[in-house]
């Protein structure tokens, strides 16, 4: 039951995986365009570019369902340095940094609710060193931007833990309704036909690494 939920689960992180992939290298290539025609900031440019086209080799990777697991961390950390670096380069006027507070969310939706609120904090501490430092001193600006900002960065990763708390909930209701007998509680043909779908599918993955390895 549980390894069902879970799978159902990876395969959403999967989905979500592929297409914020194409997404943010769409995103960074045109903030790469921008910042070098237009605003002359080649460092802030040539990072966009950089992870960019990175973010596209991970569409195609999903695309063709070669996922692994480096891929999904490295999509987070390309997505943390782009975002994290453009608000250290840039103005804080600019408004980069509004950018940041869509890590959290991320994070959790990628790499499950513990790893990612692991993330969300470390993150935090450069973050709210950097804004305290930026911002203006005059009527104790510094502090009521950190705590603004506070506010709404873990408040933006408390929605989504929440979100995908009752997303694994609702999982395990619907798998109970599908893949159990309500009398005797025993799984019934639907299940025996995903795990045996499951186990094939395993199983001629691992025949294709073994003859690609034994190709070389």
């Known amino acids: 039951m549980t390894t069902q939920t879970n799978f159902l689960l990876l395969e959403t992180r999967d989905t979500l995986h592929k297409w914020l992939s194409l997404t943010s ?42 996922i692994e697991k480096w891929h999904r961390f490295s999509l987070i ?27 959290p969310p991320l994070y959790c939706l990628l790499v499950g609710a513990k790893q990612g609120l692991v993330f969300t904090i470390l993150l935090s501490f450069p973050i709210l060193m950097m804004l305290f430092v930026k911002s203006e001193t005059e009527n104790y600006i510094p502090y009521r931007s950190v705590l603004n900002f506070v506010l709404a960065y873990f408040f933006s ?44 599918n395993n199983q001629t993955t691992r025949f294709k690494r073994n003859k690609k390895k034994h190709a070389y």
């Open 25 to 66: 290298s769409g995103l960074m290539f045109f903030f790469c365009f921008l910042n070098i025609a237009l605003l002359n900031q080649i460092i802030i440019g040539m990072v966009d570019g950089i992870f960019g086209a990175l973010s596209l080799y991970f569409f195609a990777a999903a695309h063709q369902k070669k």
């Open 77 to 103: 950390l390309s997505l943390t340095v782009t975002t994290f670096s453009t608000f250290y380069l840039a103005d804080l006027r600019a408004g980069s940094i509004y950018w940041l507070l869509l890590l």
């Open 157 to 200: 990763y408390a929605i989504c833990y929440l979100y995908e708390t009752q997303y694994t909930k609702s999982s395990l209701l619907l798998y109970k309704m599908a893949f159990q007998d309500p009398l005797t509680g025993t799984q019934n043909r639907h299940a025996l036909k995903i795990f045996l779908t499951g186990s094939i």
